[in-house]
Protein backbone atom coordinates (compact mmCIF):
# COMPACT_ATOMS: atom_id res chain seq x y z
CA UNK A 1 0.00 0.00 0.00
CA UNK A 2 1.27 3.33 -1.23
CA UNK A 3 0.29 7.21 -0.52
CA UNK A 4 -0.40 9.13 -3.68
CA UNK A 5 -0.62 13.09 -2.93
CA UNK A 6 -3.39 14.66 -4.77
CA UNK A 7 -3.53 18.63 -4.75
CA UNK A 8 -6.64 20.37 -4.78
CA UNK A 9 -7.73 23.81 -4.56
CA UNK A 10 -9.94 25.04 -2.01
CA UNK A 11 -11.15 28.43 -0.38
CA UNK A 12 -9.47 29.98 2.11
CA UNK A 13 -12.75 30.22 4.73
CA UNK A 14 -12.40 26.83 4.75
CA UNK A 15 -9.56 26.42 6.36
CA UNK A 16 -9.47 29.65 8.93
CA UNK A 17 -9.19 28.58 12.58
CA UNK A 18 -11.44 29.65 14.71
CA UNK A 19 -15.10 29.29 16.04
CA UNK A 20 -17.05 30.79 13.13
CA UNK A 21 -19.58 29.42 10.45
CA UNK A 22 -19.63 30.56 6.73
CA UNK A 23 -22.16 30.71 4.00
CA UNK A 24 -22.37 31.32 0.69
CA UNK A 25 -19.12 30.45 0.07
CA UNK A 26 -17.60 32.28 2.48
CA UNK A 27 -19.64 35.32 1.35
CA UNK A 28 -21.59 35.17 5.07
CA UNK A 29 -19.61 34.83 8.23
CA UNK A 30 -21.60 34.74 12.03
CA UNK A 31 -20.67 33.06 15.11
CA UNK A 32 -21.44 28.97 15.51
CA UNK A 33 -24.22 29.97 18.44
CA UNK A 34 -26.48 31.61 16.14
CA UNK A 35 -30.24 30.67 18.29
CA UNK A 36 -30.48 34.57 19.83
CA UNK A 37 -30.10 35.50 16.98
CA UNK A 38 -32.77 33.98 15.13
CA UNK A 39 -35.26 34.90 18.14
CA UNK A 40 -34.53 38.13 17.61
CA UNK A 41 -35.30 37.64 14.05
CA UNK A 42 -38.59 35.87 14.97
CA UNK A 43 -39.29 38.84 17.62
CA UNK A 44 -38.49 41.90 15.09
CA UNK A 45 -40.76 39.99 11.91
CA UNK A 46 -43.30 38.65 14.23
CA UNK A 47 -43.98 41.78 15.70
CA UNK A 48 -44.44 43.70 12.68
CA UNK A 49 -46.47 41.25 10.99
CA UNK A 50 -48.90 41.19 14.03
CA UNK A 51 -48.56 45.48 13.51
CA UNK A 52 -49.08 45.42 9.73
CA UNK A 53 -52.10 42.73 10.19
CA UNK A 54 -54.15 44.47 12.74
CA UNK A 55 -53.11 47.91 13.49
CA UNK A 56 -52.28 49.33 9.86
CA UNK A 57 -55.39 48.67 8.12
CA UNK A 58 -57.47 50.55 11.23
CA UNK A 59 -54.95 53.40 11.20
CA UNK A 60 -54.69 53.78 7.16
CA UNK A 61 -58.16 54.65 7.20
CA UNK A 62 -58.70 56.62 10.17
CA UNK A 63 -55.58 58.81 10.93
CA UNK A 64 -53.48 58.86 7.52
CA UNK A 65 -52.25 56.22 4.93
CA UNK A 66 -48.08 57.50 5.56
CA UNK A 67 -48.11 55.15 8.60
CA UNK A 68 -48.26 51.87 7.55
CA UNK A 69 -45.83 52.98 4.51
CA UNK A 70 -43.17 54.94 7.18
CA UNK A 71 -43.31 51.60 9.27
CA UNK A 72 -42.59 49.61 6.80
CA UNK A 73 -39.23 51.52 5.62
CA UNK A 74 -38.00 51.74 9.03
CA UNK A 75 -38.87 47.94 9.33
CA UNK A 76 -36.66 47.32 6.01
CA UNK A 77 -33.63 49.48 7.79
CA UNK A 78 -34.12 47.67 11.01
CA UNK A 79 -33.55 44.35 8.81
CA UNK A 80 -31.08 45.62 6.67
CA UNK A 81 -28.53 46.93 9.44
CA UNK A 82 -28.94 43.60 11.63
CA UNK A 83 -28.20 41.50 8.66
CA UNK A 84 -25.31 43.64 8.10
CA UNK A 85 -24.02 43.60 11.60
CA UNK A 86 -24.57 39.76 11.79
CA UNK A 87 -23.63 38.66 8.39
CA UNK A 88 -20.12 40.81 8.19
CA UNK A 89 -16.39 40.13 9.10
CA UNK A 90 -15.94 42.33 12.23
CA UNK A 91 -12.34 43.32 11.61
CA UNK A 92 -10.88 39.38 12.58
CA UNK A 93 -7.24 39.77 12.24
CA UNK A 94 -5.24 36.55 10.54
CA UNK A 95 -3.18 34.41 12.79
CA UNK A 96 0.64 33.89 12.11
CA UNK A 97 2.16 31.14 10.19
CA UNK A 98 4.32 29.17 11.64
CA UNK A 99 7.37 30.66 10.46
CA UNK A 100 6.45 33.89 11.36
CA UNK A 101 5.48 32.75 14.94
CA UNK A 102 8.48 31.33 15.08
CA UNK A 103 10.17 34.39 14.29
CA UNK A 104 8.39 36.44 16.96
CA UNK A 105 9.49 33.49 19.42
CA UNK A 106 13.37 34.41 18.85
CA UNK A 107 12.45 38.19 18.94
CA UNK A 108 11.08 37.30 22.09
CA UNK A 109 13.44 35.04 24.10
CA UNK A 110 16.85 37.67 22.58
CA UNK A 111 14.77 40.37 24.19
CA UNK A 112 14.42 38.80 27.67
CA UNK A 113 17.58 36.98 27.58
CA UNK A 114 17.94 33.70 29.63
CA UNK A 115 15.12 33.40 32.61
CA UNK A 116 16.37 31.44 35.58
CA UNK A 117 14.72 28.41 36.08
CA UNK A 118 11.53 28.60 38.63
CA UNK A 119 11.36 32.10 37.52
CA UNK A 120 8.48 33.80 36.02
CA UNK A 121 9.08 35.01 32.49
CA UNK A 122 8.17 38.60 31.71
CA UNK A 123 5.01 39.77 30.40
CA UNK A 124 4.94 39.77 26.33
CA UNK A 125 4.36 43.50 25.84
CA UNK A 126 5.66 45.72 23.12
CA UNK A 127 4.72 49.96 23.61
CA UNK A 128 4.50 52.11 20.94
CA UNK A 129 3.29 55.81 20.65
CA UNK A 130 0.13 57.40 19.97
CA UNK A 131 -0.78 60.81 20.34
CA UNK A 132 1.80 60.98 22.93
CA UNK A 133 0.90 58.65 25.05
CA UNK A 134 2.53 55.23 25.57
CA UNK A 135 0.09 51.86 24.71
CA UNK A 136 0.82 48.60 25.30
CA UNK A 137 0.35 46.03 22.66
CA UNK A 138 -0.21 42.52 24.27
CA UNK A 139 1.03 39.24 23.10
CA UNK A 140 -1.86 36.90 21.87
CA UNK A 141 -0.88 33.27 22.71
CA UNK A 142 -3.53 31.95 20.50
CA UNK A 143 -2.90 33.56 17.22
CA UNK A 144 0.66 34.03 18.09
CA UNK A 145 0.51 37.93 17.03
CA UNK A 146 1.24 41.14 18.98
CA UNK A 147 -2.69 42.31 19.03
CA UNK A 148 -3.04 46.22 17.40
CA UNK A 149 -3.97 49.05 19.50
CA UNK A 150 -7.59 48.34 20.96
CA UNK A 151 -7.89 44.50 19.65
CA UNK A 152 -8.98 41.72 22.07
CA UNK A 153 -9.27 38.35 21.54
CA UNK A 154 -12.90 37.19 21.40
CA UNK A 155 -12.78 34.12 23.57
CA UNK A 156 -16.81 32.27 21.88
CA UNK A 157 -14.97 32.71 18.48
CA UNK A 158 -11.37 32.36 18.83
CA UNK A 159 -10.60 35.19 16.93
CA UNK A 160 -8.95 38.52 17.60
CA UNK A 161 -10.77 41.63 16.43
CA UNK A 162 -9.37 44.33 16.11
CA UNK A 163 -11.40 47.45 17.88
CA UNK A 164 -12.72 44.96 19.39
CA UNK A 165 -15.92 46.00 21.39
CA UNK A 166 -17.95 42.94 22.29
CA UNK A 167 -19.62 39.83 21.44
CA UNK A 168 -23.48 40.64 21.19
CA UNK A 169 -25.53 37.13 20.68
CA UNK A 170 -28.34 38.75 19.46
CA UNK A 171 -26.40 39.42 16.61
CA UNK A 172 -24.75 36.32 16.44
CA UNK A 173 -21.48 38.21 15.87
CA UNK A 174 -18.65 40.04 17.39
CA UNK A 175 -18.99 43.79 16.99
CA UNK A 176 -15.85 45.53 15.69
CA UNK A 177 -14.21 48.13 13.82
CA UNK A 178 -15.80 46.89 10.10
CA UNK A 179 -19.35 46.16 11.61
CA UNK A 180 -19.95 48.71 14.87
CA UNK A 181 -21.29 51.57 12.87
CA UNK A 182 -24.08 49.19 11.65
CA UNK A 183 -24.67 47.39 15.05
CA UNK A 184 -25.36 51.45 16.37
CA UNK A 185 -27.72 51.90 13.36
CA UNK A 186 -29.83 48.72 14.33
CA UNK A 187 -29.72 49.26 17.81
CA UNK A 188 -31.13 53.12 16.87
CA UNK A 189 -33.46 52.17 14.08
CA UNK A 190 -34.78 49.34 16.35
CA UNK A 191 -35.58 51.86 19.13
CA UNK A 192 -37.59 54.25 16.77
CA UNK A 193 -39.40 51.01 15.17
CA UNK A 194 -40.22 49.48 19.04
CA UNK A 195 -41.17 53.28 20.14
CA UNK A 196 -43.46 53.56 17.04
CA UNK A 197 -45.16 50.44 17.25
CA UNK A 198 -45.96 50.47 20.76
CA UNK A 199 -47.37 54.70 20.53
CA UNK A 200 -49.49 53.40 17.28
CA UNK A 201 -50.55 50.60 19.42
CA UNK A 202 -51.99 52.86 22.29
CA UNK A 203 -53.82 54.78 19.39
CA UNK A 204 -55.16 52.28 18.47
CA UNK A 205 -56.67 50.70 21.34
CA UNK A 206 -57.97 54.42 22.28
CA UNK A 207 -59.62 55.08 18.95
CA UNK A 208 -61.37 51.71 18.96
CA UNK A 209 -62.46 51.88 22.69
CA UNK A 210 -64.18 55.02 21.81
CA UNK A 211 -66.46 53.40 19.69
CA UNK A 212 -66.72 49.39 21.01
CA UNK A 213 -65.39 49.93 24.75
CA UNK A 214 -62.01 48.77 25.68
CA UNK A 215 -62.71 45.01 26.57
CA UNK A 216 -64.57 44.43 23.07
CA UNK A 217 -61.68 45.97 21.42
CA UNK A 218 -59.12 44.05 23.27
CA UNK A 219 -61.60 40.77 22.37
CA UNK A 220 -61.39 41.71 18.30
CA UNK A 221 -57.35 42.87 18.26
CA UNK A 222 -55.97 39.91 20.46
CA UNK A 223 -52.64 40.85 18.52
CA UNK A 224 -52.47 44.15 19.99
CA UNK A 225 -52.20 42.43 23.54
CA UNK A 226 -49.60 40.48 22.27
CA UNK A 227 -48.01 43.64 20.80
CA UNK A 228 -47.78 45.88 23.41
CA UNK A 229 -46.52 43.45 26.04
CA UNK A 230 -43.49 42.60 23.37
CA UNK A 231 -42.51 46.14 22.86
CA UNK A 232 -42.62 47.39 26.42
CA UNK A 233 -40.25 45.06 27.59
CA UNK A 234 -38.04 45.47 24.58
CA UNK A 235 -38.03 49.06 24.86
CA UNK A 236 -36.22 49.25 28.37
CA UNK A 237 -33.63 47.61 26.78
CA UNK A 238 -33.14 48.63 23.51
CA UNK A 239 -33.42 51.78 23.99
CA UNK A 240 -30.92 51.90 27.00
CA UNK A 241 -28.72 50.39 24.70
CA UNK A 242 -28.24 53.12 22.32
CA UNK A 243 -27.92 55.32 25.12
CA UNK A 244 -25.26 53.68 26.16
CA UNK A 245 -23.42 53.63 22.62
CA UNK A 246 -24.06 57.26 22.06
CA UNK A 247 -22.25 58.00 25.37
CA UNK A 248 -19.24 55.44 24.11
CA UNK A 249 -19.02 57.29 20.33
CA UNK A 250 -19.13 60.38 22.22
CA UNK A 251 -15.93 59.58 24.05
CA UNK A 252 -14.43 57.48 20.94
CA UNK A 253 -14.53 54.66 23.72
CA UNK A 254 -14.95 50.58 22.75
CA UNK A 255 -16.94 48.90 25.34
CA UNK A 256 -14.50 46.70 26.23
CA UNK A 257 -12.16 49.69 27.24
CA UNK A 258 -15.36 50.95 29.16
CA UNK A 259 -15.30 47.92 31.61
CA UNK A 260 -12.23 47.25 31.76
CA UNK A 261 -11.74 51.16 32.77
CA UNK A 262 -9.11 51.25 30.22
CA UNK A 263 -9.03 55.46 29.94
CA UNK A 264 -10.94 56.15 33.90
CA UNK A 265 -8.50 58.17 34.70
CA UNK A 266 -7.34 55.86 37.47
CA UNK A 267 -3.79 55.50 36.45
CA UNK A 268 -3.92 59.00 35.06
CA UNK A 269 -4.01 57.56 31.56
CA UNK A 270 -6.18 59.67 29.46
CA UNK A 271 -7.52 57.90 25.78
CA UNK A 272 -5.43 59.34 23.20
CA UNK A 273 -8.12 57.93 20.40
CA UNK A 274 -10.55 61.03 21.57
CA UNK A 275 -10.61 64.23 19.74
CA UNK A 276 -11.87 66.11 23.20
CA UNK A 277 -15.10 67.10 20.94
CA UNK A 278 -18.53 65.35 20.73
CA UNK A 279 -18.75 65.61 16.91
CA UNK A 280 -15.74 64.70 15.43
CA UNK A 281 -15.76 61.53 17.50
CA UNK A 282 -18.89 60.86 16.48
CA UNK A 283 -17.91 61.52 13.12
CA UNK A 284 -14.86 59.15 12.90
CA UNK A 285 -17.09 56.60 14.36
CA UNK A 286 -19.87 56.72 12.13
CA UNK A 287 -18.89 58.38 8.87
CA UNK A 288 -14.83 57.07 9.00
CA UNK A 289 -13.87 55.20 6.25
CA UNK A 290 -14.90 51.26 5.92
CA UNK A 291 -11.82 49.34 6.07
CA UNK A 292 -11.58 46.38 3.83
CA UNK A 293 -11.28 42.88 5.06
CA UNK A 294 -7.57 41.65 5.58
CA UNK A 295 -8.59 37.30 6.08
CA UNK A 296 -9.11 36.73 2.17
CA UNK A 297 -11.63 34.83 2.67
CA UNK A 298 -13.11 33.72 -0.51
CA UNK A 299 -9.11 33.36 -1.83
CA UNK A 300 -8.15 30.47 -3.46
CA UNK A 301 -5.10 28.03 -2.13
CA UNK A 302 -3.37 24.68 -3.02
CA UNK A 303 -3.86 21.64 -0.63
CA UNK A 304 -1.96 18.64 -0.76
CA UNK A 305 -4.08 15.26 0.19
CA UNK A 306 -2.24 12.23 1.03
CA UNK A 307 -4.53 8.90 -0.56
CA UNK A 308 -3.59 5.33 0.33
CA UNK A 309 -3.48 4.00 -3.01
CA UNK A 310 -4.58 0.03 -3.24
CA UNK A 311 -5.56 -2.14 -5.76
CA UNK A 312 -9.23 -2.27 -5.01
CA UNK A 313 -10.02 1.48 -4.93
CA UNK A 314 -7.91 3.77 -6.62
CA UNK A 315 -8.68 7.86 -6.47
CA UNK A 316 -10.21 8.36 -9.56
CA UNK A 317 -7.92 11.21 -10.40
CA UNK A 318 -5.15 8.83 -10.26
CA UNK A 319 -6.86 6.32 -11.80
CA UNK A 320 -7.03 8.85 -15.12
CA UNK A 321 -3.92 10.19 -14.80
CA UNK A 322 -2.75 6.69 -14.88
CA UNK A 323 -4.76 5.83 -18.25
CA UNK A 324 -3.92 9.12 -19.71
CA UNK A 325 -0.28 8.55 -19.43
CA UNK A 326 0.83 4.88 -18.97
CA UNK A 327 4.02 3.98 -17.79
CA UNK A 328 5.85 1.83 -20.36
CA UNK A 329 6.76 -2.13 -19.07
CA UNK A 330 9.72 -3.98 -19.94
CA UNK A 331 8.66 -7.69 -20.82
CA UNK A 332 11.92 -10.07 -21.20
CA UNK A 333 12.07 -12.83 -23.42
CA UNK A 334 13.66 -16.05 -24.26
CA UNK A 335 14.22 -15.59 -27.96
CA UNK A 336 16.74 -14.35 -29.52
CA UNK A 337 16.77 -10.31 -30.49
CA UNK A 338 17.88 -8.13 -32.95
CA UNK A 339 19.47 -5.32 -31.25
CA UNK A 340 18.49 -2.28 -32.22
CA UNK A 341 17.55 1.04 -30.89
CA UNK A 342 13.79 -0.15 -30.25
CA UNK A 343 14.77 -2.89 -28.04
CA UNK A 344 15.39 -2.77 -24.34
CA UNK A 345 18.63 -2.84 -22.88
CA UNK A 346 17.58 -6.10 -20.36
CA UNK A 347 16.21 -8.22 -23.47
CA UNK A 348 19.28 -7.24 -25.74
CA UNK A 349 21.49 -10.75 -26.10
CA UNK A 350 25.30 -9.71 -24.65
CA UNK A 351 28.10 -10.66 -26.45
CA UNK A 352 29.48 -13.64 -24.01
CA UNK A 353 25.71 -15.06 -24.62
CA UNK A 354 26.41 -14.96 -28.63
CA UNK A 355 29.68 -17.02 -28.36
CA UNK A 356 28.57 -19.54 -26.31
CA UNK A 357 25.54 -20.11 -28.25
CA UNK A 358 28.25 -20.20 -31.40
CA UNK A 359 30.66 -22.14 -29.94
CA UNK A 360 27.58 -24.81 -28.91
CA UNK A 361 26.31 -25.11 -32.29
CA UNK A 362 29.62 -26.15 -33.28
CA UNK A 363 30.66 -28.78 -31.33
CA UNK A 364 26.94 -30.31 -32.00
CA UNK A 365 28.22 -30.00 -36.22
CA UNK A 366 31.53 -31.93 -35.11
CA UNK A 367 29.91 -34.67 -33.21
CA UNK A 368 27.25 -35.33 -35.67
CA UNK A 369 29.98 -35.48 -38.46
CA UNK A 370 31.89 -38.47 -36.19
CA UNK A 371 28.81 -40.73 -36.08
CA UNK A 372 28.67 -43.04 -38.85
CA UNK A 373 25.66 -43.52 -40.94
CA UNK A 374 22.54 -46.31 -39.98
CA UNK A 375 23.18 -49.14 -42.47
CA UNK A 376 19.32 -49.89 -43.96
CA UNK A 377 17.85 -54.06 -44.40
CA UNK A 378 17.96 -54.03 -48.04
CA UNK A 379 21.77 -53.63 -47.78
CA UNK A 380 22.22 -56.31 -45.29
CA UNK A 381 20.00 -58.27 -47.47
CA UNK A 382 22.67 -57.61 -50.26
CA UNK A 383 25.93 -58.26 -48.40
CA UNK A 384 24.70 -62.13 -47.66
CA UNK A 385 23.76 -63.12 -50.70
CA UNK A 386 27.13 -61.58 -52.41
CA UNK A 387 29.15 -63.76 -49.85
CA UNK A 388 26.70 -66.97 -50.57
CA UNK A 389 28.00 -66.90 -54.35
CA UNK A 390 31.67 -66.81 -53.59
CA UNK A 391 31.69 -69.57 -51.54
Not at 77 to 106: C, H, K, N, Q, Y
Not at 204 to 209: L, P, Y
Amino acid sequence: MSAVMITRKVRKWEKLPGKNTFCCDGRVMMARQKGVFYLTLFLIVGTCALFFAFECPYLAVHLSPAIPVFAALLFLFVIAMLLRTSFSDPGVLPRALPEEASFIEMEIEAANGNVPAGQRPPPRIRNVQINNQIVKLKYCYTCKIFRPPRASHCSICDNCVDRFDHHCPWVGNCVGKRNYRYFYLFTMSLSLLTIYIFTFDIVHVVMRSVDNGFLNTLKETPGTVLEVLVCFFTLWSVVGLTGFHTYLISLNQTTNEDIKGSWSGKNRVQNPYSHKNFIKNCCEVLCGPTYPSVLDRRGVMQEDLAVSATPDALPSSHSSSSSSNPVPQTTKTTAPLIPNEHTPDDAKPSIADTAEKSSSTTEEHSSLEKVPPLASPETDVETSIAKDKIH
